[in-house]
């Protein structure tokens, strides 16, 4: 099977001017096929201060009114996603930036909750892959803005990394995908506070050690086990690591690889 | 040749919820191949307006500083095209919103000008009629956004009228083109007072006489010779009408048809 890199990116790169033209001139030297989603950073809440829209947050999450919809569509499908595109087209990367909506590529459902209404937040339920292998077989690089839709004329926020990997699955019966999540640290660390404890490799034998040495920090937990998640839904790898050294994430040389045995 | 048609929807129509919803329908029952192209109404002006960025307007043509770049970035290429798109969604029409940069789709250069500095202003080179073919032939819609790129990475805004008459005109060579201008007359008017004096279908002779006897109104000459050079180059008709008449412009009982003998 073809490669295929399905790449997140975090805000704190977004936030970043150098950082980011740096990080997709790495992205457009990737050969192969490439999808790159990116999360939003810090403009969108600027924007909110700005417009005097107050900005909810429930265990991380955004409560996305109406009004934050419409921040979010703007900052996220607009500004963010056009400008990364026109970037990569200056380095000579042919992409195109997709919101959920275009080409109904990501469908979603507005998520329900017993307690908190969290809004116009969406929860990914399909993937679109026949429009996203069509685009990649024409060499194009795909960029995917954190909003989805719900078929019925609703956009909805959602969460960049859910994205990452529902795309990476969905794709995963076509292509031998490797889900990279690009962030500050290094990789899955044995000690929080020291960046040179990179964990090379986890299998799923070695994470239940390490889970029960207690050696993983616990915010990492949620994010190895929605790695092995998607290992379980036919993902080849998912590597974890700094966003500065995406060449080496892609061919292993840095970062956290998790992997089956 | 196959159909193909390009529709022009103006700010007025933009501006108005429930008059886009009828226009969206409208646009999602007709048949074949179709591209919308928007422009952006008045809810740029508006956010400059709460964000005290000022506006500077030259002969109808905004100034775009880097400011106005990211406000248009946002309320055209993000808020009002992903709204445009997830609607017709909903209307089940399946349609991908894309600005110029997208899959390299419109390429364009930063306007020179002897004494006026338009700023990030674009004047179209070409269009990419593969990509475009490539997702008609997928019966996606194509919804575009009036902003383009000049593939070293800068976005440029750039006229919606002439968006749709570059991407008429680039098709014309693959598809038999109609380029639809939908705005708030019935169609070029004998007395433009009254909008029941619609010309029907004006010739190039017969423009001719129309322009010696001064009939036509003098805001309709540069709409109308851009229409005959789109004739020019390949495009089969230009259609000028009332936008809440899309089904009939389209089927030609309503506006005004300009066509060669």
């Not at 609703?154 to 962030?183: C, H, P, R, W």
């Not at 660390?189 to 964990?199: E, G």
């Amino acid at each position: 099977m073809e490669k295929l890199y399905v790449i997140k990116i975090g805000g704190n790169i977004i936030d970043d001017d150098a950082k980011l033209s740096a990080f997709l001139s790495d992205f457009s030297n990737i050969n192969g096929k490439k999808i790159l989603v990116h999360g939003g950073g810090k403009l969108a809440t600027r924007l909110a201060e700005k417009l005097g829209v107050e900005q909810q947050l429930v265990e991380g999450r955004r409560i996305t009114d109406a009004e934050t919809l419409k921040i979010v569509t703007m900052v996220y499908a607009g500004y963010i996603n056009k400008n990364i595109v026109a970037a990569l087209q200056g380095y000579h990367c042919n992409a195109i930036g997709l919101c959920g909506a275009d080409g109904d590529v990501i469908l979603a459902h507005k998520r329900e909750h017993p307690v908190l209404d969290y809004g116009y937040v969406g929860d990914v339920d399909a993937i679109n892959t026949v429009l996203i292998r069509s685009l990649l077989n024409q060499n194009i690089a795909i960029v995917f803005a954190p909003i989805t839709h719900d078929q019925q004329g609703q956009l909805l926020n959602t969460n960049a990394d859910t994205i990452a990997q529902e795309v990476a699955k969905g794709m995963s019966k076509e292509y031998d995908v490797s889900l990279v999540y690009s962030f500050e640290k290094s990789g899955v660390l044995l000690d929080a506070n020291d960046d040179s404890t990179v964990i090379d490799r986890i299998s799923p034998s070695y994470y239940q050690q390490l889970k029960t040495k207690q050696k993983i920090f616990a915010g990492m937990i949620p994010k190895l086990d929605n790695a092995f998640t998607a290992l379980n839904s036919g993902v080849k790898k998912v590597i974890i690591g700094k966003a500065e050294n995406l060449e080496q994430l892609v061919n292993g040389s840095s970062g956290t690889t998790i992997e089956n045995e």
